[in-house]
């Protein structure tokens, strides 16, 4: 492949840049001289990443390895690839913090959940290696074992929770085998609501998937009993599920700043409604989730409104710092209409090697940027790409998905609105779901030549996902070919305002003291009702707790809204103690309220002074009252007694 240093030097003016030919075999000795120096050291060669690591051992600055031949010399436009290795060099030279992680442990406990002689086979397999219990469901004919190695027992799963070293399954219809058993296996009484724990779970059952999103769930193995290969392979799966594994942990997630409930009304529930495996539980006024659990699709962080779950692999603000140095270096050194490839290490790489090898690789426009999973993807990442001067981007995805992706829809959805509103038009944000490397090459080359900002932004922010969104639109907003001051959002947006009905609202302020982000406030000096845009999460909190039902979610972006006053929704005039003139409330409600207690309530007949003590503060009230010598108990109007449990028992029994 042909290395255009000028290019690269260019883009990655700031590091020294050295180049060779056989770095690996003739010119092994530059790499051990680079290597004793202090710092980052970035090699351009992904393939002997294990001989540069293992010449390194010893040094003690970070060492990165970039595919720049796959990426981007083995393309037939490789020839113009110098600025995308500069970019690629320039991104990974942006050192992102370390991951956090859970560990797992297995002591090698497995249930074999099977419908025939297949499960019991998978047991003689592993018999050697783990602690083995065969459940047959609904068993028919099974040859009982001249030799009792395992123990098989009759069951059905009811349901099951959990994870690798910690599932937790519920039986119904449980029934040890006779020892008796002669020519097919014969089980005693059946119970039902046993439980069950064990390490590994290996479902051979052939029925439904015992969890959702089941292919993500650690330490649960299905295959096809009518596929003897796919037994196997789950088979020898299993047999290494033993000892402690280290598991990405993820989400970072603050329960302080979650919006999923107050008082028991339920707010938002974006992250709930989107986990597919069900990590994910209501847990008070706040949500729980299980970072053992949890498989990294991300949507619950690219999703949640305040930030409070965050993707950690690497943190959004790590992300953008990543994508800035991508793009900005890809512009230093010369390269224009640049458009971002989002792709996963396992499914996406592979195919961009393939195409490498056995195709005409990628455009040199095309800038690949590899993540945990596509769908972790936030809006502020979208935003940033743009301000930083892509005309578009790719986000390549299985053709079929191991998860639901309906969440990132919605943030595609958003992004599409964001831009378009902003001047950019045309199909910018799309989805290139497929596992052929031939069409990811057709479709990356049919993407037509957008105009993008005439002058790319360079900031650089730091911070939870809801500030780099703010920044981010802030700059796409000032660098943008059209700078619309509203732009109209989807439903499900975590940005936008609230539309009330001021006839309707009472005031009550119900919704102030649920808002949790105080962007709906109110004055104690009078009754009234503020609202401040850009504090808004779009939670709906407000909405659940509004008694009288005026209050409507409405998803957009006011780019004034950062810089905007408190605006005032509703405004009335206090109603003030006919005794003290201390105000207390507000005056129409307290009209009404007196309007309809005068004459229709024993306690206030009509014309009666008695009635202005609902014109009075709560001090006065209680100072009037026992001037009054009032006795809210005289003169009650007689009624039938309450009646207790026995009357219904004897009324019953009359009947009987």
Same mark, same amino acid.
């Given at each position: 492949?042909?290395?255009? &240093?000028?290019?690269?030097?260019?883009?990655?003016?700031?590091?020294?840049?050295?180049?060779?030919?056989?770095?690996?075999?003739?010119?092994?000795?530059?790499?051990?001289?680079?290597?004793?120096?202090?710092?980052?050291?970035?090699?351009?060669?992904?393939?002997?990443?294990?001989?540069?690591?293992?010449?390194?051992?010893?040094?003690?600055?970070?060492?990165?390895?970039?595919?720049?031949?796959?990426?981007? +010399?083995?393309?037939?436009? @490789?020839?113009?690839?110098?600025?995308?290795?500069?970019?690629?060099?320039?991104?990974?030279?942006?050192?992102?913090?370390?991951?956090?992680?859970?560990?797992?442990?297995?002591?090698?406990?497995?249930?074999?959940?099977?419908?025939? %002689?297949? *499960?019991?086979?998978? @047991?003689?397999?592993?018999?050697?290696?783990?602690?083995?219990?065969?459940?047959?469901?609904?068993?028919?004919?099974?040859?009982?074992?001249?030799? $009792?190695?395992?123990?098989?027992?009759?069951?059905?799963?009811?349901?099951?929770?959990?994870?690798?070293?910690?599932?937790?399954? &519920?039986?119904?219809?449980?029934?040890?085998?006779?020892?008796?058993?002669?020519?097919?296996?014969?089980?005693?009484?059946?119970?039902?609501?046993?439980?069950?724990?064990?390490?590994?779970?290996? %479902?051979?059952?052939?029925?439904?998937?015992?969890?959702?999103?089941? +292919?993500?769930?650690?330490?649960?193995?299905?295959?096809?009993?009518?596929?003897?290969?796919?037994?196997?392979?789950?088979?020898?799966?299993?047999?290494?599920?033993?000892?402690?594994?280290?598991?990405?942990?993820?989400?970072?997630?603050?329960?302080?700043?979650?919006?999923?409930?107050?008082?028991?009304?339920?707010?938002?529930?974006?992250?709930?409604? #989107?986990?597919?495996?069900?990590?994910?539980?209501?847990?008070?006024?706040?949500?729980?989730?299980?970072? !053992?659990?949890?498989?990294?699709?991300?949507?619950?962080? *690219?999703?949640?409104?305040?930030?409070?779950? $965050?993707?950690?692999?690497?943190? =959004?603000?790590?992300? #953008?710092?990543?994508?800035?140095?991508?793009?900005?270096?890809?512009?230093?050194?010369?390269?224009?209409?640049?458009? /971002?490839?989002?792709?996963? +290490?396992?499914?996406?790489?592979?195919?961009?090697?393939?195409?490498?090898?056995?195709?005409?690789?990628?455009?040199?426009?095309?800038?690949?940027? *590899?993540?945990?999973?596509? $769908?972790?993807?936030?809006?502020?990442?979208?935003?940033?790409?743009?301000?930083?001067?892509?005309?578009?981007?790719?986000?390549?995805?299985?053709?079929?998905?191991?998860?639901?992706?309906?969440?990132?829809?919605? &943030?595609?959805?958003?992004?599409?609105?964001?831009?378009?509103?902003?001047?950019?038009?045309?199909?910018? /944000?799309?989805?290139?779901?497929?596992?052929?490397?031939?069409?990811?090459?057709?479709?990356?080359?049919?993407?037509?030549?957008?105009?993008?900002?005439?002058?790319?932004?360079?900031?650089?922010?730091?911070?939870?996902?809801?500030?780099?969104?703010?920044?981010?639109?802030?700059?796409?907003?000032?660098?943008?070919?059209?700078?619309?001051?509203?732009?109209?959002?989807?439903?499900?947006?975590?940005?936008?305002? /609230?539309?009330?009905?001021?006839?309707?609202?009472?005031?009550?302020?119900?919704?102030?003291?649920?808002?949790?982000?105080? *962007?709906?406030?109110?004055?104690? !000096?009078?009754?009234?009702?503020?609202?401040?845009?850009?504090?808004?999460?779009?939670?709906?909190?407000?909405?659940?707790?509004?008694?009288?039902?005026?209050?409507?979610?409405?998803?957009?972006?006011?780019?004034?809204?950062?810089?905007?006053? =408190?605006?005032?929704?509703?405004?009335?005039?206090?109603?003030?103690?006919?005794?003290?003139? &201390?105000?207390?409330?507000?005056?129409?409600?307290?009209?009404?309220?007196?309007?309809?207690?005068?004459?229709?309530?024993?306690?206030?007949?009509?014309? %009666?002074?008695?009635?202005?003590?609902?014109?009075?503060?709560?001090?006065?009230?209680?100072?009037?009252?026992?001037?009054?010598?009032? %006795?809210?108990?005289?003169?009650?109007?007689?009624?039938?007694?309450?009646?207790?449990?026995?009357?219904? #028992?004897?009324?019953?029994?009359?009947?009987?």
């Amino acid at each position: 492949m042909r290395l255009d &240093t000028a290019a690269i030097k260019r883009g990655c003016g700031k590091n020294e840049i050295a180049e060779f030919r056989q770095l690996c075999r003739a010119e092994l000795d530059y790499f051990r001289d680079a290597a004793k120096t202090e710092g980052m050291l970035v090699v351009g060669c992904t393939q002997e990443a294990a001989l540069f690591e293992d010449e390194a051992k010893r040094r003690s600055g970070t060492l990165q390895f970039v595919n720049l031949r796959e990426m981007a +010399g083995w393309s037939t436009e @490789g020839a113009k690839a110098g600025p995308k290795m500069a970019a690629l060099l320039a991104s990974a030279s942006d050192e992102a913090p370390a991951s956090p992680f859970v560990t797992l442990s297995s002591e090698g406990v497995i249930l074999i959940y099977g419908r025939d %002689d297949v *499960a019991v086979e998978a @047991g003689q397999l592993l018999a050697d290696h783990l602690d083995v219990t065969v459940m047959i469901t609904r068993p028919a004919q099974i040859m009982p074992p001249a030799v $009792t190695s395992f123990p098989i027992v009759q069951g059905t799963i009811r349901s099951a929770t959990g994870y690798l070293g910690a599932f937790e399954a &519920t039986i119904d219809d449980y029934a040890v085998a006779r020892p008796s058993s002669r020519d097919a296996l014969t089980f005693g009484a059946p119970r039902d609501g046993l439980t069950s724990r064990c390490d590994i779970l290996l %479902d051979l059952s052939g029925g439904r998937p015992l969890f959702s999103a089941h +292919g993500l769930r650690d330490g649960y193995l299905r295959a096809d009993p009518g596929d003897p290969a796919a037994m196997l392979r789950a088979v020898l799966r299993a047999r290494d599920l033993v000892g402690s594994f280290d598991k990405p942990k993820y989400v970072d997630f603050a329960a302080d700043i979650c919006v999923h409930s107050r008082s028991g009304l339920t707010g938002c529930h974006r992250c709930l409604d #989107l986990c597919p495996t069900g990590a994910i539980t209501p847990d008070g006024d706040h949500v729980k989730i299980s970072a !053992e659990v949890c498989a990294g699709c991300g949507q619950c962080a *690219a999703a949640c409104p305040t930030g409070a779950a $965050t993707y950690a692999l690497p943190p =959004a603000d790590a992300l #953008l710092h990543k994508l800035r140095a991508l793009l900005l270096s890809f512009r230093e050194a010369g390269g224009a209409n640049a458009i /971002v490839l989002f792709h996963d +290490g396992q499914h996406g790489a592979a195919l961009i090697d393939a195409l490498a090898r056995h195709g005409d690789g990628l455009p040199a426009n095309v800038l690949p940027f *590899a993540v945990n999973e596509v $769908t972790q993807i936030g809006l502020e990442a979208f935003v940033a790409s743009f301000a930083y001067g892509a005309i578009g981007i790719r986000l390549l995805l299985r053709a079929k998905p191991l998860h639901d992706t309906a969440g990132f829809s919605q &943030t595609i959805a958003m992004a599409d609105a964001i831009v378009c509103g902003l001047g950019l038009s045309g199909q910018r /944000v799309s989805t290139i779901e497929t596992d052929d490397p031939d069409v990811l090459g057709q479709e990356l080359r049919a993407i037509e030549p957008l105009p993008g900002v005439e002058r790319a932004a360079t900031f650089k922010a730091t911070g939870r996902r809801r500030e780099l969104l703010r920044f981010a639109l802030h700059e796409l907003h000032r660098v943008a070919p059209a700078a619309t001051d509203i732009i109209p959002l989807p439903q499900g947006a975590p940005l936008g305002a /609230v539309a009330i009905d001021t006839d309707g609202c009472t005031l009550c302020l119900s919704c102030v003291s649920a808002c949790p982000t105080g *962007a709906l406030r109110d004055d104690p !000096e009078r009754p009234v009702l503020k609202f401040v845009e850009d504090a808004c999460v779009q939670c709906g909190l407000c909405q659940s707790t509004c008694p009288e039902r005026v209050i409507t979610l409405k998803p957009q972006i006011d780019f004034g809204a950062a810089r905007a006053p =408190a605006r005032i929704i509703k405004e009335e005039e206090p109603a003030l103690c006919v005794r003290c003139g &201390t105000p207390f409330g507000v005056k129409s409600t307290i009209d009404k309220v007196a309007a309809k207690l005068e004459g229709r309530h024993w306690m206030f007949p009509a014309g %009666d002074k008695r009635l202005d003590v609902v014109r009075m503060c709560a001090d006065c009230r209680v100072v009037a009252m026992s001037e009054q010598q009032f %006795d809210p108990f005289a003169d009650v109007p007689e009624r039938a007694p309450p009646r207790t449990t026995n009357d219904y #028992l004897r009324q019953r029994n009359t009947k009987a």
